[in-house]
């Protein structure tokens, strides 16, 4: 039995050294080989005006604001939280949408995507497949950034950066789904067309 002992004591140490080394302890960590991204800085709030016809989060003076320059990575399925936007003028959207420079009625399928989900404008225009756990499902056309690195200013209607897992969607999108307006935030899964 003294044998059994010894291999596993050098078992045990084995894996202790193993496990003190940087790379395969870090790789060990839940979530490392996920693709996990952090917030890059953070945003001291600003409050201003800031108009509240889909009742957004409106910035507070001094409290910190997290900022993501990545999102989450895209798989066939990928999960989301689906926010209410209005992309019509003078609502709670702030300008017009950065893909084509226009505002789009509340009754278009549309939406805004996290800034490392909208990739310097690489998903512009086209269709993504929405889907909400009740089992409906919609296309809507990305037409604009969800900023997840500004905000708390006038373009941004005065409300946070937006997480790094936002689709940012029209009320028509949300009807498409079946889902209540009051409740404003869903998760769903969302794909590239």
Not at 67 to 82: D, E, F, G, I, K
Not at 141 to 154: A, I, R, W, Y
Request: glycine share 10%; aromatic share 6%.
């Amino acid at each position: 039995m003294a044998g059994v002992g010894a291999v596993a004591a050098a078992m045990f140490m084995f894996l202790l050294v193993a496990l003190s080394a940087p790379h395969t302890a870090s790789s060990l960590r839940p979530g490392a080989s996920l693709g996990t991204c952090r917030a890059s800085g953070y945003l001291p709030g600003r409050s201003g005006n800031c108009e509240k016809s889909n009742d957004p989060d409106c910035c507070e003076d001094g409290k910190m604001y997290p900022q993501y320059r990545c999102s989450p990575p895209v798989t066939a399925s990928t999960r989301a939280v689906l926010t209410l936007n209005s992309f019509e003028k003078g609502k709670d959207g702030g300008g017009p949408s950065e893909c084509d420079n226009a505002y789009h009625s509340d009754q278009e399928k549309v939406v805004a995507l996290s800034t490392g989900w909208f990739s310097n404008m690489a998903r512009c225009g086209h269709r993504i497949k929405i889907s909400a756990a009740n089992g409906n499902s919609v296309y809507a056309k990305v037409v604009d950034e969800c900023d997840s690195v500004h905000g708390c200013d006038d373009e941004h209607n005065f409300e946070p950066p937006c997480d790094n897992n936002i689709v940012d969607a029209s009320p028509a999108v949300w009807d498409a789904l079946g889902l209540d307006q009051n409740v404003g935030m869903v998760d769903i899964t969302w794909s590239e067309q």
